[in-house]
């Protein structure tokens, strides 16, 4: 455990220890700066440390989901399988830990409950939950965009008698089923991949699913040493062109051809063949299947004919199949015998759209008049999505304005990186930038590397702060909600638009132009001294 970091004063402060904590950290101790990072948890990896819940893995292939910083790192490592699960995806984070020693700067089971902007000193004043208090010139905010996990306020949760999970909290020694009633809520991705595996112990699970969602086949395998080994050799390279593209994936290629151009053949070639590789390569099938209703109908179409054949009951595909949104505007689940577990005897589905959930019982899940008594919840519920955990900690800038109040009526930042009024504190992969749109290696390290280089820089030239202009703010807001406009994302009650939390400003909250044309405009910003930003001497 690092020794108690009371009182002391350092260059950074890095809230959250996952993998935006752990590169940031290692950037800035490269630097030569003092670094102290707060982790809620008693261990390093943020999302692969809380969501320990049977089925996770990533959905971003293994072999790009990875650091791409360091040869060394990438070639001390071999991936399994070509989705890894969770304790995989742990153990390497550890690896990488170990490897730069970074546990000696992370004060673990600390949660940072305030940070505070003397504007005298230019510091940032920050308070743990503890009591301890640390001052920095930089605060940065690793938190994660999905670690605000959320229980619905669901009347009578508090009464349940039973056993109660969330999939974004799961106990470190894992959960046995086997002979117990289960219900699951949710139907989202970590439901999708949880609920196969619940299945298979529980003596019978009740799945609640407000919104059927699309799910794709996910073609998890073991990985052949071969391309391993290939991509041991080229991942470096690789990233470099993982950041040019729009997701921060190269393992397929879009196709960019319109749909209107194609003949019925060949779109349905696109699309078989796309589904048939696995994973979100179906996403490329069109050039404009994200932005134009008609080829994404044709698209959802074919998905929604390859996942009935999943289900032997017409009655449960019929709930199964989505018809209230495009594909892809919600994020996509991807399937490993998700849909056909609903053919098990022991499983049964309640729709929870038409009659919502009315409320949690002593023995269970009370549906209208119906009540589903079992031993055991799980949440699988989802987060407070991008600004949850941000917002978590009582952030107060300049002429005591709370990030709370400035945000109230949704996010607002320059590039994602920074907001007006709150001098040199930045998010990593905050709202307002490609983020949860991509791969969120490529992302978090595009930002690291970009607060790393400017921090750098600030140091160098003796400059005490920077922080994002009002008039570029607005610009940027603009722009990020006239490029969602122009897309489909907007069309679904997603996470993305804060649509789960009841209250929640219904704003599209990431960046939909892309990895790569946003990496261009970071550089630009740099390379113009900052535009956008005010230094102060
Ligand atoms: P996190 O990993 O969320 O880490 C943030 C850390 O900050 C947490 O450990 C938290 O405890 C800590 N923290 C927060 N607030 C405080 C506070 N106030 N004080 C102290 N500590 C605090 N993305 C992909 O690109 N591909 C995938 O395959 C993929 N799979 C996912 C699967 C699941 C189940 C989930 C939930 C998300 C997945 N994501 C995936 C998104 C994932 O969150 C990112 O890929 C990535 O792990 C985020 O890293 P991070 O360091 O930014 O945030
Ligand atoms: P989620 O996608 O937000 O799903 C939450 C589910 O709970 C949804 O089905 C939602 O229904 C339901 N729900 C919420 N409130 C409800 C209520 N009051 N009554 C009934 N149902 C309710 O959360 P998640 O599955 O944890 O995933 C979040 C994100 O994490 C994913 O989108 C993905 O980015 C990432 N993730 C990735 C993987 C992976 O495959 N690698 C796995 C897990 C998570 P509605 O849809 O109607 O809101």
């Known amino acids: 455990m690092a020794q108690s970091a009371a009182d002391k004063q350092y260059d950074a402060v890095i809230v959250g220890a996952g993998f935006a904590g752990m590169y940031m950290l290692h950037r800035l101790r490269g630097q030569g700066l003092t670094v102290r990072v707060f982790e809620a948890g008693d261990g390093v990896g943020g999302t692969w440390y809380w969501n320990r819940y049977p089925g996770a893995r990533c959905d971003v292939e293994s072999l790009e989901y990875q650091y791409g910083f360091s040869d060394e790192i990438q070639r001390g490592w071999t991936w399994t399988e070509r989705y890894a699960a969770q304790p995989e995806i742990l153990r390497y984070q550890n690896y990488v830990a170990d490897k730069l020693d970074l546990r000696r700067d992370i004060q673990f089971e600390t949660r940072v409950a305030s940070a505070t902007y003397d504007e005298r000193d230019a510091l940032w004043v920050v308070d743990t939950e503890k ?3 640390v001052k920095a010139r930089f605060c940065v905010m690793a938190t994660g965009c999905l670690s605000a996990a959320r229980v619905p306020d669901f009347e009578g949760v508090g009464d349940f008698k039973g056993e109660k999970y969330h999939t974004g909290g799961w106990p470190h020694e894992g959960v046995d089923f086997t002979g117990k009633r289960v219900a699951v809520i949710g139907t989202g991705s970590s439901a999708v991949q949880s609920i196969p595996l619940i299945a298979e112990q529980a003596k019978h699970l009740t799945v609640f699913q407000r919104t059927a969602n699309f799910t794709l086949p996910a073609g998890n395998r ?3 040493r071969d391309e391993i080994q290939k991509t041991k050799e080229t991942l470096l390279e690789d990233r470099k062109r993982a950041r040019t593209t729009n997701g921060g994936i190269i393992c397929f290629e879009y196709n ?3 749909v209107e151009e194609m003949t019925a053949e060949e779109r ?22 994200m932005v134009t209703p008609d080829a994404n109908d044709v698209a959802a179409e074919y998905a929604r004919s390859e996942m009935r054949k999943a289900v032997k009951k017409p009655e449960i595909a019929d709930l199964l199949l989505p018809n209230d949104h495009p594909v892809g505007v919600k994020r996509l689940c991807l399937d490993t015998h998700y849909l056909e577990t609903f053919n098990e ?6 729709d929870v759209r038409s009659t919502p959930i009315s409320k949690i019982t002593a023995k269970g899940v009370l549906v209208g008049d119906k009540e589903y008594e079992v031993d055991a919840i799980v949440f699988a519920t989802g987060f407070d999505a991008m600004t949850g955990a941000i917002l978590g900690v009582d952030i107060v ?7 709370r109040d400035k945000w109230a009526a949704g996010p607002r930042t320059y590039l994602g990186l920074g907001s007006a009024g709150f001098p040199n504190l930045f998010f990593i992969t905050g709202p307002g930038s490609p983020s949860v749109l991509s791969n969120m290696i490529v992302s978090i390290e595009q930002h690291v590397d970009w607060i790393s280089d400017c921090i750098g820089r600030l140091t160098a030239g003796n400059i005490r702060s920077i922080e994002a202009r009002p008039d570029a703010e607005d610009e940027w807001v603009a722009h990020v909600n006239e490029t969602a406009a122009a897309t489909l994302y907007p069309q679904a009650n997603s996470w993305y638009m804060g649509a789960n939390i009841p209250g929640k400003p219904r704003i599209f909250m990431p960046y939909a132009g ?23 001497a």
């Open 222 to 224: 073991p990985l052949a």
């Open 256 to 258: 960019e051809r319109l």
């Open 397 to 403: 800038g300049k002429k005591g304005e709370k990030l």
């Open 268 to 289: 349905y070639r696109e699309l078989d063949d796309r589904w048939h590789l696995g994973g979100f390569a179906f996403l490329g099938s069109f050039g404009d299947m």
């Open 131 to 133: 009591g301890e208090r």
């Open 514 to 536: 892309g990895v790569g044309v946003y990496g261009e405009k970071l550089a630009e910003v740099a390379n113009a001294d900052y535009a956008g930003f005010a230094l102060g």
């Open 345 to 350: 005897p022991h499983v049964d589905l309640v």
